[in-house]
């Protein structure tokens, strides 16, 4: 009985980790992963629908260059995605009129400072 937990600790040390090492091996991703969002700023169309359909406010308009090869120059509002407060639910996807906002299977924003998190629409090809 007194070799337990003893026991336990010399069979835990001789197992393989469970862990993966990241970012060289990555998880392999199901088909209806929901990751990272990709806007297309040329076809956006500024309606603020993403931003009004969230359910956790994740999303504000903040002012962007529009592309001057579709669009008239000039500053308008696009989405600003704060990755921290995303529940990768999809409802953006779905209200776009567009099909300009996607949730790619893109895994790669890990970061060191939160802030980073909150993404500009021009981080978000
Ligand atoms: S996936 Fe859901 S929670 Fe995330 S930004 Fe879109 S609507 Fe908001
Ligand atoms: S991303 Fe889509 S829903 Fe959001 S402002 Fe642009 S067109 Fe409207």
Partial sequence: ???GPVEKV???AFKEPFTLEFPEHKEELTDNYRGIHKLDMRTCIN???CARICPNQ???MVE???DTAFK???TKLFPEINLERCLFCALCEEV???DCLVLSKSTDFEVYDRRDLIKRPEELK
């Fill in 1 to 3: 009985m007194a070799f």
């Fill in 10 to 12: 010399v069979k835990q």
């Fill in 47 to 49: 309606c603020a629908a």
């Fill in 58 to 60: 994740t999303i504000v």
């Fill in 64 to 66: 962007g260059e529009a």
């Fill in 72 to 74: 008239p120059a000039g």
């Fill in 96 to 98: 776009c009129p567009t």
